[in-house]
T-cell receptor, first 113, second 117 residues
Framework: DPKIIQKPKYLVAVTGSEKILICEQYLGHNAMYWYRQSAKKPLEFMFSYSYQKLMDNQTASSRFQPQSSKKNHLDLQITALKPDDSATYFC????????????FGPGTRLTVL | AQKVIQVWSTTSRQEGEKLTLDCSYKTSQVLYHLFWYKHLLSGEMVLLIRQMPSTIAIERSGRYSVVFQKSRKSISLVISTLQPDDSGKYFCALWEPATGGNNKLTFGQGTVLSVIP
């Protein structure tokens, strides 16, 4: 059974719209993260959360807003979508914030037209 | 400047061959970790190997092993006896601690491996 679930797997959106990427982890971890991989770029860190609190934000734009309704959920809301937002978005988790070993979900591939 | 560098973006090998994927990194931290991940075609990102700078011995996991050269800030992933299922994208990643650094993984560009049966 998958331990980190990301939904949907593929997502197509139009410029200017808003989407929410879902992430749930069933590893019992206390820290969760978002990373993004754009075309021809390495995975880039976006956010880290610990016990539902924001620990680190490396995203310049306020259009990206994580939402944590439960400790094992960390969704990513993206507003006013742009074609440059097209990327695969990975959710990850670790037992606690500050631990190196992170486990990744399968990603959501977002295409903005 | 890139902190984690993987030289090859793509490579292909014959089944049964041995492959070494190189990765170099930059850090001023003392306590850092290095990882190799594999991104499967299914989308799953699998953790293959973890290397800490305090560990001298070569880390191994099945057919995967690493050659870690701390002074050169280099870590290579070695895959012995390649199989078609080894095809995928391999990422090298550097983790630096929160104190004095960012508690996050920094990834290299990744290398796409195709194993030819």
């Amino acid at each position: 059974d998958p331990k980190i679930i990301q939904k949907p797997k593929y997502l197509v959106a139009v410029t200017g719209s808003e989407k929410i990427l879902i992430c749930e982890q069933y590893l019992g971890h206390n820290a969760m993260y978002w990373y993004r991989q754009s075309a021809k770029k390495p995975l880039e860190f976006m956010f880290s959360y610990s016990y539902q609190k924001l620990m680190d934000n490396q995203t310049a734009s306020s259009r990206f807003q994580p939402q944590s309704s439960k400790k094992n959920h960390l969704d990513l809301q993206i507003t006013a979508l742009k074609p440059d937002d097209s990327a695969t978005y990975f959710c990850a988790s670790s037992q606690d914030w500050g631990l190196a070993e992170q486990f990744f979900g399968p990603g959501t591939r977002l295409t903005v037209l | 400047a890139q902190k984690v560098i993987q030289v090859w973006s793509t490579t292909s090998r014959q089944e049964g061959e041995k492959l070494t994927l190189d990765c170099s990194y930059k850090t001023s931290q003392v306590l850092y970790h290095l990882f190799w991940y594999k991104h499967l075609l299914s989308g799953e990102m699998v953790l293959l190997i973890r290397q800490m700078p305090s560990t001298i011995a070569i880390e191994r996991s099945g057919r995967y092993s690493v050659v870690f050269q701390k002074s050169r800030k280099s870590i290579s992933l070695v895959i012995s006896t390649l199989q078609p299922d080894d095809s995928g994208k391999y990422f090298c990643a550097l983790w630096e601690p929160a104190t004095g650094g960012n508690n996050k993984l920094t990834f290299g560009q990744g290398t796409v491996l195709s194993v030819i049966p």
